[in-house]
């Protein structure tokens, strides 16, 4: 299957009348005048603005195949670059992929090299040694805001197996994570920290408060830290 990537979908376009000198609105540069009339497979009007250099006027039917036609099809009928396509879509407020852009693509996928392009990527898709090194380069890699939306948005309301509860659990463990209510775990830093120092220059290096500060300092079977008067004070209160 063969793919004529410069066809026209929205045709016919028809060359306007017009006569040399004639001015006429362009929808890029304004008001303009007709000087010329180019040699394309579709001949158009060519036209100047001021002192400047001469270049086809954004209208009529043109403005209608731009807004719809591919790219591709614009620059082989208009004998036309890809920077005057993009810079005639901006001016109309195109988006960079249309409705022909689209179906070109939609018609490239039906090809046999498409076909035989996806069966291979499908086939490949599930290696182990593919997608090993997919998680090794990912791995400690936060994901962009919106994949994290998007997660959330595709899983919300969505209620997970026992087994995938299981296997979720098991990887937890395995990289040492803990519940968002247990709060930010300790690293081996701060520990020594707290071998070191005094608790409150613990909690001012740490950014902890002085009452997590003294929940680790016993959990590490270390001196409570305090002062006698701090201690004292402390057994008033309760």
């Known amino acids: 299957m063969t793919i004529d990537r410069h066809k026209l979908r929205f045709g016919p376009y028809n060359t306007p009348r017009f006569k040399y000198g004639a001015k006429v609105v362009c929808e890029v540069r304004g008001e303009v005048t007709i000087v010329g009339m180019t040699d394309g497979r579709i001949q158009w009007p060519l036209a100047r603005r001021g002192r400047g250099n001469s270049s086809p006027v954004l209208y009529k039917d043109l403005v209608r195949a731009v807004k719809r036609e591919a790219a591709c099809a614009i620059k082989h009928w208009w004998g036309v670059g890809a920077s005057t396509v993009n810079k005639w879509r901006r001016a109309l407020g195109v988006l960079r992929m249309n409705e022909g852009d689209r179906l070109l693509k939609r018609d490239h996928a039906k090809t046999d090299w498409a076909k035989a392009a996806r069966a291979k990527a499908w086939a490949k898709a599930r290696d182990p040694e593919r997608r090993a090194k997919i998680a090794a380069a990912m791995r400690g890699k936060p994901r962009p805001p919106h994949v994290h939306q998007s997660l959330l948005r595709a899983n919300k309301g969505r209620k997970l197996s026992a087994e995938h509860r299981q296997k979720l659990s098991a990887a937890a463990r395995r990289r040492s994570a803990r519940p968002p209510a247990a709060g930010r775990s300790w690293a081996a830093w701060e520990d020594t920290l707290l071998k070191s120092l005094p608790p409150a220059e613990v909690a001012k290096r740490t950014g902890r408060t002085l ?28």
Do not use: C, I, M, Y
């Open 211 to 238: 009452a997590a500060v003294f929940l680790r300092r016993h959990k590490l079977h270390l001196p409570d830290g305090r002062t006698r008067r701090e201690r004292w004070n402390r057994g008033r209160s309760q």
